[in-house]
């Protein structure tokens, strides 16, 4: 577990720091706002592309080593952004990186779920998702920081401590004792049950809903309030640290509240920061909003995928794990994209929107868990 909490940090490391100083880096470039939400989208979408083949190749042949090659190909990704001179060259980095890196995502939560059990799994899921709040506190701070010093910097840093986390990886990470089976193909029914397909959705809408905030936030914080990028990451990184605290506290609220309980109210908290974003008027309101934003998506991910890996197959854990990802990376892709078309038309729709969807979710799993 320490091994994975290390690379789901790196990981979400590795996308957060991009949210403060890619608005300036691209803008260097002759890029603008509608670049920036592209370019952020260009990464998942090679994941939602490839997340559900990797995560079939890793009930073939291991989690370990598909694990190793997705850090390879995020230390790959930022080297060649650091070395890009034309948004051309950062659209063909942005491509190569999340070919191979989305290899990473679906072998990391398959590898929880197959050393885990029970309420075990809510805690190894939290743990997981620590690292991924950690990320998304540093992220932004250590982006900031950098580049504030020099902007490609923090991509040749990023570069080399993904090369890292890939190296602890092949000397310290065990294959996990998983079922051997002669068939890892996925059934059309299984995949179209309908738990599954709402919690694939679900998932989708709630990524959606925080890509999409934290990158016209960044936006919002640098063309409107004109904070340079060390504010902007202080400020996105109150989130990651309110929901790694709250994932952090996972075997506390794991053997308390069930997790049928805890998500449709995470949604809840979710939608409620997000109608909140518009009604700021001044940037240091932001921040016990971004702590309820945080506690709610703390609350929601580990708990959300701990339930979805125990609806699937085990024998076929890594494909449903890649297929759920997938839905993911979906939300990672049309989150920045239709953030920010639908910013330039007024600032407050896509928050608007995103309320919405996260209460349309929330009743419809409230609906579905009464009754199974």
């Given at each position: ?6 690379t ?10 991009l ?13 603008e ?13 090679m ?10 190749i ?13 850090l390879?190909?995020?230390s ?7 070395l ?16 191979i ?8 939560f ?8 029970g ?10 998702g620590a690292g991924?709040?950690?990320?998304i506190?540093f ?7 950098l ?20 190296l602890i ?52 914080l ?6 340079d ?12 640290l309110s929901g ?20 449709p ?22 921040i016990?909003v ?20 125990r609806?699937?197959?085990p024998?076929r854990?890594?494909a ?5 990802q997938?839905?993911g ?8 994209v ?24 929330s009743?419809?799993f409230?609906?579905?868990s009464?009754?199974t």
């Amino acid at each position: 577990m320490p091994v994975l909490f290390l690379t789901a940090f790196n990981i979400m490391l590795s996308f957060s720091l991009l949210f403060p100083i890619f608005p300036a880096y691209v803008q260097s470039m002759g890029g603008e706002p509608f670049h920036i939400g592209l370019l952020i989208a260009i990464q998942p979408f090679m994941q939602f592309v490839f997340s559900p083949f990797w995560g079939w190749i890793s009930d073939r042949v291991g989690r370990k080593w598909l694990i190793f090659a997705g850090l390879v190909g995020f230390s790959v990704g930022f080297v060649l952004i650091a070395l890009a001179r034309n948004l051309e060259m950062l659209f063909a980095a942005r491509i190569a990186g999340g070919l191979i890196s989305s290899s990473a995502f679906p072998a990391v939560f398959a590898y929880v779920a197959d050393i885990t059990q029970g309420k075990e799994r809510n805690v190894g899921m939290g743990i997981v998702g620590a690292g991924f709040g950690l990320g998304i506190v540093f992220g932004p701070f250590v982006g900031g920081l950098l580049g504030h010093i020099d902007i490609r910097l923090a991509f040749w840093i990023s570069a080399l401590v993904a090369l890292l986390n890939a190296l602890i990886v092949a000397v310290f990470l065990k294959e996990p004792a998983r079922r051997v089976v002669r068939r890892v193909s996925i059934r059309l029914g299984e995949v179209l049950e309908r738990r599954i397909v709402l919690l694939n959705f679900m998932y989708f809408v709630v990524v959606f809903s925080m890509v999409s905030m934290e990158g016209i936030l960044s936006i919002l914080l640098r063309y409107e309030y004109s904070l340079d990028v060390v504010l902007i990451g202080l400020i996105i990184g109150v989130a990651g640290l309110s929901g790694a605290i709250v994932q952090g506290s996972m075997r506390f609220i794991a053997g308390r509240f069930h997790e049928e309980k805890i998500i449709p109210f995470a949604l809840l908290l979710m939608a409620i920061s997000m109608i909140l974003v518009p009604w700021i008027s001044s940037p240091i309101w932001l921040i016990p909003v971004m702590a309820l934003y945080g506690t709610s998506s703390g609350l929601l991910q580990p708990n959300l995928s701990a339930f979805y890996s125990r609806l699937v197959p085990p024998e076929r854990m890594g494909a449903f794990m890649g297929i759920y990802q997938s839905f993911g990376s979906l939300g990672r892709i049309l989150g920045p994209v239709v953030g920010t078309a639908l910013y330039h038309i007024r600032p407050s729709i896509p928050y608007m929107v995103s309320f919405v969807l996260l209460m349309a979710v929330s009743m419809a799993f409230g609906s579905l868990s009464s009754k199974t």
